[in-house]
């Protein structure tokens, strides 16, 4: 027996549902609803028709036009290689620092150079070119072998300490653990951080002075300010490769370290080369 009674307010049969005395009237769906159903029906077959859909076992249907998103974005980035081939061939061209004079190469540069930056760089320099311990910060004013824009293009291009470069840019600090004793070790790391910041020991750095000026002052300058013809940094900016205080100094003093960075010039080119030095440089840090 159908549960189906017809509502008598409206006259309409029910679906013979029920939820706690309330019964479902069996009205029909809206003439538009339903064509527009059959139309989305519609629309699927013949898309499926028109265009790639089906999966067969080691490829798929093609569909009538024959249209591939990769075919279409095969030409776009064909399309780009053309408009940007006309750059390529002026940056190759032309000097880094022509380069940064003209506003069209400039912009062209420091977008390809932000997009090399990310695929070689950020693996040591940081996504932000912050660098970290050991890392230089790419930000800053500080730069160990010169922060102009040909001078960039040289470090990045032959390296740093990189042996299978013959241009590379190279300085060894010797280790003064077996010049030095013990209590020289800490009087020139007080004298040291002191250029900059507060010491533990203010005794120490007088004396420190002196072995600095014995032992340190040729490479890194009477004035600490360091010296980039050999890659020496500046001691008296508060800016630290490996580590500040006291204890750190003196643990670089006793054995440096000294990092080795690749040389990019014969992997990616000349124009890849000046199109990074221009990114680095636009960071704001670059020396005029």
Same mark, same amino acid.
């Given at each position: 027996?159908?549960?189906?009674?017809?509502?008598?307010?409206?006259?309409?049969?029910?679906?013979?549902?029920?939820?706690?005395?309330?019964?479902?009237?069996? =009205?029909?769906?809206?003439?538009?609803?339903?064509?527009?159903?059959?139309?989305?029906?519609?629309?699927?077959?013949?898309?499926?028709?028109?265009?790639?859909?089906?999966?067969?076992?080691?490829?798929?249907?093609? &569909?009538?036009?024959? +249209?591939?998103?990769?075919?279409?974005?095969?030409?776009?980035?064909?399309?780009?290689?053309?408009?940007?081939?006309?750059?390529?061939?002026?940056?190759?061209? *032309?000097?880094?620092? @022509?380069?940064?004079?003209?506003?069209?190469?400039?912009?062209?540069a420091?977008?390809? &150079?932000?997009?090399? +930056?990310?695929?070689?760089?950020?693996?040591?320099?940081?996504?932000?070119?912050?660098?970290?311990?050991?890392?230089? =910060?790419?930000?800053?004013?500080?730069?160990?072998?010169?922060? *102009?824009?040909?001078?960039?293009?040289?470090?990045?291009?032959?390296?740093?300490? %990189?042996?299978?470069?013959?241009?590379?840019?190279?300085?060894?600090?010797?280790? %003064?653990?077996?010049?030095?004793?013990?209590?020289?070790?800490?009087?020139?790391?007080?004298?040291?951080?002191?250029?900059?910041g507060?010491?533990? =020991?203010?005794?120490?750095?007088?004396?420190?002075?002196?072995? %600095?000026a014995q032992?340190?002052?040729?490479?890194?300058?009477?004035?600490?300010?360091? =010296?980039?013809e050999?890659?020496?940094?500046?001691?008296?900016?508060?800016?630290?490769?490996?580590?500040?205080?006291?204890?750190?100094?003196?643990?670089?003093?006793?054995?440096?370290?000294? &990092?080795?960075m690749?040389?990019?010039?014969?992997?990616?080119? @000349?124009?890849?080369i000046?199109?990074?030095?221009?990114?680095?440089?636009?960071?704001?840090?670059?020396?005029?």
């Amino acid at each position: 027996m159908s549960d189906k009674q017809v509502d008598e307010i409206s006259g309409v049969s029910t679906t013979g549902h029920e939820w706690d005395g309330i019964r479902e009237l069996d =009205n029909p769906m809206p003439r538009w609803w339903v064509w527009t159903f059959y139309a989305t029906i519609l629309w699927a077959l013949l898309y499926a028709i028109a265009y790639p859909a089906w999966p067969l076992l080691t490829s798929s249907t093609q &569909g009538f036009l024959g +249209f591939s998103s990769r075919s279409e974005v095969r030409k776009d980035l064909a399309a780009a290689d053309t408009a940007r081939s006309g750059y390529m061939a002026a940056i190759k061209e *032309t000097s880094i620092d @022509d380069i940064l004079a003209d506003d069209q190469l400039r912009s062209v540069a420091v977008a390809a &150079g932000g997009a090399a +930056f990310k695929m070689n760089c950020v693996q040591c320099h940081g996504s932000g070119a912050e660098g970290s311990q050991g890392f230089p =910060n790419l930000n800053d004013d500080d730069w160990l072998w010169g922060g *102009t824009a040909e001078q960039i293009r040289q470090t990045v291009a032959h390296g740093i300490r %990189f042996a299978k470069d013959g241009e590379t840019r190279d300085s060894i600090m010797p280790p %003064f653990a077996d010049v030095l004793d013990g209590e020289q070790i800490s009087q020139v790391s007080a004298f040291i951080a002191g250029l900059s910041g507060p010491v533990k =020991n203010v005794a120490l750095v007088e004396p420190g002075k002196e072995v %600095f000026a014995q032992n340190c002052a040729a490479c890194h300058g009477d004035d600490a300010k360091g =010296n980039k013809e050999m890659g020496a940094p500046d001691l008296t900016d508060a800016i630290w490769l490996y580590g500040a205080g006291e204890e750190a100094i003196a643990a670089q003093v006793r054995t440096p370290r000294a &990092g080795v960075m690749p040389a990019w010039e014969a992997r990616l080119g @000349d124009a890849a080369i000046k199109e990074l030095a221009a990114f680095v440089y636009s960071l704001g840090g670059g020396e005029k």
